[in-house]
């Protein structure tokens, strides 16, 4: 089944690597024609994992790679970081693995130890559905003791650095006799890094049959050297994106992570002046949810994605033009061909998949020379996508900063200020005045403090100013991911004391409150507390600085995070699989607190639980992998 012809237009001709001949596409995303995963010849499992996940429709990417590496074909894959690549191998390639065998069937090279994880966390999520499956994480930085407990067990997918991964080859603790796929992900980055040699090595020593997928988001001399070398007949994918925007659109970016999104996106609907607007994220279900809270903090919105009747949705999109609702939120599907002339702004709460979509979302407003607004909240990890939109669109997008407590203040004491005198002006209020008048006679009472009596009663319960306390918890600071991992570990006095459910205070945001969870992994499941922060901070997009204290038993796991987190981010999390388990994650309870140790339980003797020698050479980073570092984390350390 050929599901590109009918999703994306196509170019076709040869295209030659040296005397490697190929099949080229350059693929323009049609935005305005629909496809579905269902297309796609994938197992029911793989289709009701991705369902879950509330993804509506395949990426460019996705459309085109997804086929070509379900046939067994080589492909090269060329397109931007954020563009769903991740998805278009692992897809394919869990559709055709053998869980039955515990043979490592599918290796996935990465230049650094986060994609490592990322994109191991990816394939136990799509992978949930798939009894007996196991994906291995490796990576330089982390001691051989648990990789090697893992790998004797059997993985079917191996993710790791190219620089870990071989020294696992040489040591003869990693077989690849029964390899049938290999990822190259992110070849260019492996490159710049000076991971290359290490990567012809693997390359050299994997069997001759085996199926070759390459993702580079460019094409430098020295990758396609490798290309031509090792792969067979491959087809070319080269996703091409518009790069057209209207120059009256101002477009402004603001770094912001999961936990602090929905308050940082009430403070901009409040602080900005808009008619109308969109409000994009990625699933279905989270276009509910948000639509959901927006209308409980006071803000008139509506959800629009795929599962709402045809009928519905036009509805919705005339209220919208009536001004009956001020505010869409909608994922790309239900958006497409929208042109509502109010939309003043374009809010990407959630990043897209590439720059195309990206360029499509903000043309929503704008529009017929008018002007308009487009902010997109990107998390500190994802700083390359606003790299490649920059370059994409061959514009600046301007860094902005959350609105302070004292500007939304100010905001609210000047509306309720207009909102008096708008009534003064044009309402009959001598109904009310005589009310008043007669009250004032009656109790001998201040008019003005009558006045603001009533004021009190038209607010509610609901506090009228912000507490400026709360900026320094929604204006978390920025960390790039290379300060992050040269910065030093944090003592263990630092962390608080073992046991107990009163989380202590994280040392940079010591007023964000935490919350105690319980997680369903242990050490008989060989975890780590490495192993716990990647799956949250991967799929939450909660950044390490608000992830608190690890406590890793027999049984289960706990780990602090910040209270009050929106519905979406638990859900995610407990869905998150660590160790090919569920975390199920949930607050911890007095039960639970009493069926665990005092302390942490001592590290087993060999061969379980060995404790680390720090002066051995196991417990170092090859040479190789200097760049492959772990990052600080707020986590208990090994002991």
């Not at 090269?76 to 559709?95: E, R, V």
Request: aromatic fraction near 6%.
């Amino acid at each position: 089944m050929n599901v590109v012809t009918c999703s994306v237009s196509e170019t076709t001709e040869p295209y030659y690597y040296g005397h490697m001949q190929a099949h080229f596409i350059q693929a323009h995303y049609m935005t305005d024609i629909q496809s579905s995963f269902n297309d796609f010849d994938l197992p029911e499992h793989l289709l009701k994992a991705v369902n879950d996940l509330g993804y509506e429709t395949p990426s460019p990417i996705q459309l085109q790679a997804i086929p070509h590496i379900l046939d067994g074909r080589d492909i090269i894959g060329q397109a931007q970081t954020g563009t769903g690549k991740t998805a278009a191998f692992a897809l394919p390639l869990l559709a055709n693995i053998d869980p039955k065998s515990n043979h490592t069937q599918v290796l996935i090279l990465a230049p650094t130890r986060e994609l490592a994880i990322q994109v191991a966390e990816a394939c136990q999520t799509y992978a949930k559905y798939i009894k007996g499956f196991q994906v291995l994480p490796i990576y330089g930085g982390q001691s051989y003791t648990n990789q090697l407990r893992q790998l004797k067990r059997g993985a079917q997918v191996v993710v790791g650095t190219p620089g870990r991964v071989m020294d696992h080859m040489r040591r003869k603790t990693l077989s690849l006799d029964n390899l049938t796929t290999l990822v190259l992900d992110e070849a260019d980055e492996m490159l710049r890094m000076g991971f290359i040699d290490d990567v012809e090595w693997v390359l050299e020593h994997t069997p001759q049959d085996r199926q070759i997928a390459l993702f580079s988001a460019t094409m430098p001399r020295e990758i396609k050297k490798v290309a031509e070398a090792h792969l067979t007949n491959p087809e070319i994918i080269k996703i091409a994106n518009k790069t057209a925007t209207a120059s009256t659109i101002n477009q402004r970016y603001m770094v912001m992570t999961g936990i602090n999104k929905l308050d940082a996106l009430t403070r901009i609907i409040e602080v900005e002046e808009f008619d109308g607007i969109i409000i994009f994220v990625r699933t279905k279900i989270a276009t509910e949810e948000l639509a959901s809270k927006l209308n409980a903090r006071g803000f008139s919105s509506a959800a629009l994605n795929g599962d709402i009747p045809q009928a519905s949705r036009e509805k919705t999109i005339e209220r919208l033009k009536t001004s009956k609702i001020d505010i869409l939120v909608a994922t790309d599907v239900a958006a497409r061909g929208l042109d509502v002339p109010r939309i003043s702004h374009v809010i990407n709460f959630d990043v897209p998949y590439d720059t195309e979509t990206y360029v499509h979302r903000i043309g929503r407003t704008g529009r017929a020379g008018r002007s308009g607004d487009a902010i997109l909240f990107i998390a500190p990890r994802e700083k390359r996508m606003l790299s490649s939109i920059e370059k994409a669109t061959g514009q600046k997008v301007a860094r902005m900063n959350v609105p302070s407590a004292d500007d939304i203040n100010q905001i609210r004491v000047d509306q309720f200020k207009s909102n008096i005198l708008s009534r003064l002006e044009n309402q009959n209020l001598s109904f009310f005045q005589d009310i008043i008048e007669t009250l004032v006679a009656e109790s001998h009472a201040d008019p003005i403090s009558i006045a603001a009596a009533l004021a009190h009663i038209s607010n509610g319960n609901k506090p009228f100013l912000l507490d400026p306390k709360n900026d320094r918890k929604i204006n978390q600071p920025e960390r790039e991911r290379d300060r992050d991992r040269e910065s030093p570990r944090r003592d263990r006095k630092e962390r608080g004391p073992k046991g107990g459910t009163a989380p202590r205070p994280l040392r940079d945001h010591p007023d964000v409150q935490l919350t105690r969870y319980r997680v369903d992994v242990g050490y008989k499941d060989g975890v780590k507390p490495g192993n716990i922060v990647g799956a949250i901070a991967n799929t939450a997009d909660i950044e390490s600085d608000f992830i608190g204290q690890i406590e890793i038993y027999d049984d289960f796991s706990t780990v602090d995070l910040p209270s009050g987190m929106p519905d979406t981010i638990v859900t995610l999390l407990q869905n998150a699989r660590v160790s090919n388990k569920p975390m199920a994650l949930r607050p911890v309870s007095e039960s639970d607190h009493g069926s665990a140790p005092a302390r942490k339980p001592a590290r087993r003797k060999p061969r379980d639980s060995k404790p680390r020698d720090h002066k051995s050479r196991d417990s170092k980073p090859r040479a190789g992998d200097s760049t492959d570092k772990r990052p600080k984390k707020r986590v208990k350390k090994d002991s």
